[in-house]
């Protein structure tokens, strides 16, 4: 099967055996894989459990059962060694790896005829640039492509363009390009362009597009992101968001800062009560910030409302890390809960106050005042670890929470305040 691939070529990767993602994720594998494993001949000599015990089963009815690969007491998967490294694929080579692990940290998306790929910015060597470029690794990429990409994807639908209109995918495109080309200047700051992009996007929700299609849509792009030039100010003061804003900003904030390891979802109803705690102090916004993992301290919420700066080297990586999403169709549609691609991005130009805020409480659990790019590095490796793969944010409540953002205008102040 021959598949045409957009690749994302602003961006490097290649592995750097942090074993990072074998601490962060719950393997989920296929009866085909769970028997291969298991048939592999795993013994206490290999520093692993035998038999069963390697393969637990987390989900599904008796006649549709869901394995994951079991997980050592801090989280780690089983085959995780000491050194970081895999023991199936130091053994029996990477091709033997689960399928899951095999794809992190790549993404791929339907996108007509052709194929996008996105990064997960979980990883720190996504985020740091750091490794091969998409064009080295485009063999492998190619590979893995062929692995999890089914026949006759480009009969995949297009995401509906919002919730009132649907366009076909060459009209998509041309508004995914759109954004694109918003986001793309590398001079200016990205809360601008993110504005920007919200502010002509407000104004795609509100039109028809059933007699406005193809050039004639691309004129109307022009147009509109013209006027988003004009009408965002490059000048900016923020407002402190009102209350109502920070409590539904710091809900939001919370799922992002949570780290759900596999030995979390197996704490049972002391997890859940840990959980339930959190979303009790996050709504109150009084006192001290529950640490929600273990790399957070206990701050003041008044704290994390200050001032912390913004560092001018994170500004490439913020273009980077939304320019790679945007193209890669990464927010919205079959890649995000199926959500339509205005709301995606309203949810997506979220991430950023999100992220800024969760950089704070890393600081300030330094005793810092000041953000550094490190602490927005990591705090994105923790946000976007979410991003498109916990089902709570798929949820009714909070799409909700997005929507409500959204209508009350406040997403553009939210990106302005946690930004200063
Ligand atoms: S199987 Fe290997 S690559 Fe996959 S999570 Fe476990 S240690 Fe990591």
């Not at 989920?28 to 393969?55: F, K």
């Not at 940290?105 to 996105?118: E, I, L, M, N, R």
Request: proline letters at 7%; a positive charge; glycine letters at 6%.
């Amino acid at each position: 099967m021959a598949i045409s691939l957009t690749l994302p070529t602003i961006q490097n990767w290649s592995c750097h055996n942090c074993g990072g993602c074998c601490r962060q994720h719950a393997i989920e594998v296929t009866e085909e894989e769970r028997q291969r494993i298991l048939s592999q001949g795993w013994t206490a000599n290999d520093g692993t459990p035998t038999g069963d015990a390697l393969i637990e089963r987390h989900a599904g009815p008796p006649w549709a059962k869901r394995y994951r690969l079991a997980h050592q007491a801090d989280g780690a998967c089983v085959f995780l060694n000491e050194q970081g490294l895999c023991r199936i694929h130091a053994k029996f080579g990477e091709a033997a790896k689960p399928l899951a692990c095999r794809i992190y940290p790549y993404a791929f998306h339907p996108a007509g005829k052709q194929v996008t790929v996105s990064l997960r910015f979980s990883c720190p060597s996504v985020v740091a640039n750091r490794g091969h470029s998409m064009k080295q690794n485009a063999d492998e990429i190619k590979q893995l492509t062929r692995a999890v990409v089914p026949e006759g994807h480009e009969r995949t639908p297009p995401p509906v363009l919002s919730k009132r209109q649907r366009v076909d995918w060459p009209d998509l495109l041309r508004v995914i390009d759109a954004i694109d080309a918003t986001l793309a200047p590398a001079n200016m700051p990205i809360g601008i362009k993110l504005q920007q992009t919200l502010f002509w996007l407000n104004l795609v929700e509100q039109s028809r597009f059933d007699k406005l299609s193809g050039t004639r849509l691309t004129e109307f792009l022009d147009i509109i992101r013209q006027a988003a030039t004009e009408e965002i100010p490059l000048a900016q003061t923020a407002e402190c968001p009102t209350p109502l804003t920070r409590m539904q900003f710091r809900l939001l904030t919370a799922q992002y800062a949570r780290k759900d390891t596999a030995a979390d979802l197996s704490a049972g109803w002391r997890g859940r009560w840990k959980l339930f705690r959190a979303a009790t102090t996050f709504a109150r916004g009084v006192g001290n910030a529950v640490p929600l993992q273990p790399i957070f301290r206990e701050v003041p919420f008044d704290a994390l409302d200050q001032p912390f700066g913004f560092p001018a080297e994170s500004e490439e990586l913020w273009t980077r890390y939304f320019r790679v999403k945007v193209q890669g169709l990464h927010f919205c549609g079959p890649a995000y809960y199926d959500v339509p691609l205005v709301e995606g991005f309203q949810n997506l130009a979220l991430i950023f106050p999100a992220t800024l805020w969760i950089a704070r409480w890393l600081a300030a659990s330094q005793n810092r005042t000041r953000l550094t790019h490190e602490d927005v590095s990591q705090a994105l490796t923790i946000s976007d670890h979410h991003h498109g793969y916990s089902p709570i944010f798929g949820s009714f409540g909070f799409r909700r929470r997005v929507s409500t953002l959204a209508q009350m205008g406040e997403i553009p102040n939210l990106i302005r305040w946690y930004a200063t």
